[in-house]
């Protein structure tokens, strides 16, 4: 049995899905993922929570590249995995979407019973009045503050900054929430940061109901996705996996697919969907 058959076997007899999607997922819309085929980073690790919030060069080291990069972000559409995966959810096969992702990609293929496990890289929020506004309306303000920054061009980087160095950091001028002059940061899980507890016990709640676990596009390096991945074999459900490269729990798959993932679910939801 080939990959792709294998992979509509497990589906077919376990029609409740709960997936949980990765950066592989996005790689077709021109947003880069963070890791090797080893599960290695293809870059330097994400900055922590710690040190945006404690160190003013490294948050305006963050936003200038978030200047730069966002564009990228903005403008990415849903590829073939983001529509491959809202046909399944339209024809019942999909109980919950729990993405790792923070792009919003999944939402704007159509997907609806969806979880931003990290939240969402296109909203702001005040660290002190808890204050949301859309990431739309900070470029502006970032542009207008730093009109010569606006011009640079980089390589896109995940989660929509940009690789951009040997800048004078220190003079990029970052804005304060309007509201009570807080600081400003991405509504996003950095790495130090916990996941919202409400979060994460909607997606439990989710996975009990599931017949079965389908990874898409994740190492599972991070602990925050791979613990849904160790609960559901701790309590008999099977998992499969869609990833070119490793993941930390090899393991523990009953199903490996080592194809692109937007070629996979397409071939998937082709089977499956009338």
């Given at each position: 049995?080939?990959?792709?058959?294998?992979?509509?076997?497990?589906?077919?007899?376990?029609p409740r899905l709960f997936v949980l999607t990765g950066a592989g997922c996005s790689t077709d819309s021109g947003i880069p993922d963070y890791r090797?085929?080893?599960?290695?980073?293809?870059?330097?690790?994400?900055?922590t929570l710690q040190a945006f919030t404690g160190d003013e060069l490294t948050r305006r080291r963050y936003w200038a590249r978030s200047l730069v990069g966002w564009p990228t972000m903005a403008t990415a559409q849903p590829g073939a995995s983001h529509r491959a995966l809202a046909r399944l959810e339209a024809s019942g096969r999909v109980g919950l979407l729990l993405t790792q992702n923070v792009d919003g990609l999944?939402?704007?293929a159509g997907s609806r019973q969806t979880i931003d496990?990290?939240?969402?890289?296109?909203?702001?929020?005040?660290?002190?009045?808890e204050t949301r506004t859309p990431r739309a309306v900070m470029q502006q303000s970032l542009r207008a503050r730093n009109?010569?920054?606006?011009?640079?061009?980089?390589?896109?980087?995940?989660?929509?900054?940009?690789?951009?160095?040997?800048?004078?950091?220190?003079?990029f001028d970052v804005p304060t929430c309007p509201v009570?002059?807080?600081?400003?940061?991405?509504?996003?899980?950095?790495?130090?940061?916990s996941v919202p507890r409400e979060r994460v016990q909607a997606a439990y709640a989710a996975?009990?109901?599931?017949?079965?676990?389908?990874?898409?596009g994740s190492s599972l390096m991070v602990y925050s996705g791979l613990r849904f991945v160790q609960a559901a074999v701790a309590a008999g459900k099977p998992v499969a996996a869609i990833n070119l490269g490793r993941t930390r729990a090899d393991d523990l798959l009953a199903l490996k697919v080592a194809q692109p993932v937007g070629e996979a679910l397409t071939a998937l939801a082709e089977q499956l969907v009338a």
């Amino acid at each position: 049995m080939d990959a792709s058959t294998s992979l509509a076997d497990f589906a077919a007899r376990h029609p409740r899905l709960f997936v949980l999607t990765g950066a592989g997922c996005s790689t077709d819309s021109g947003i880069p993922d963070y890791r090797d085929v080893n599960g290695d980073w293809k870059r330097p690790s994400p900055v922590t929570l710690q040190a945006f919030t404690g160190d003013e060069l490294t948050r305006r080291r963050y936003w200038a590249r978030s200047l730069v990069g966002w564009p990228t972000m903005a403008t990415a559409q849903p590829g073939a995995s983001h529509r491959a995966l809202a046909r399944l959810e339209a024809s019942g096969r999909v109980g919950l979407l729990l993405t790792q992702n923070v792009d919003g990609l999944h939402a704007a293929a159509g997907s609806r019973q969806t979880i931003d496990l990290h939240g969402r890289i296109d909203t702001v929020r005040c660290l002190g009045c808890e204050t949301r506004t859309p990431r739309a309306v900070m470029q502006q303000s970032l542009r207008a503050r730093n009109p010569a920054w606006a011009a640079l061009e980089a390589r896109a980087a995940p989660d929509g900054d940009a690789d951009v160095e040997d800048q004078d950091f220190a003079t990029f001028d970052v804005p304060t929430c309007p509201v009570c002059g807080g600081m400003l940061k991405p509504d996003v899980v950095f790495f130090g940061e916990s996941v919202p507890r409400e979060r994460v016990q909607a997606a439990y709640a989710a996975l009990s109901e599931a017949d079965a676990v389908l990874v898409a596009g994740s190492s599972l390096m991070v602990y925050s996705g791979l613990r849904f991945v160790q609960a559901a074999v701790a309590a008999g459900k099977p998992v499969a996996a869609i990833n070119l490269g490793r993941t930390r729990a090899d393991d523990l798959l009953a199903l490996k697919v080592a194809q692109p993932v937007g070629e996979a679910l397409t071939a998937l939801a082709e089977q499956l969907v009338a």
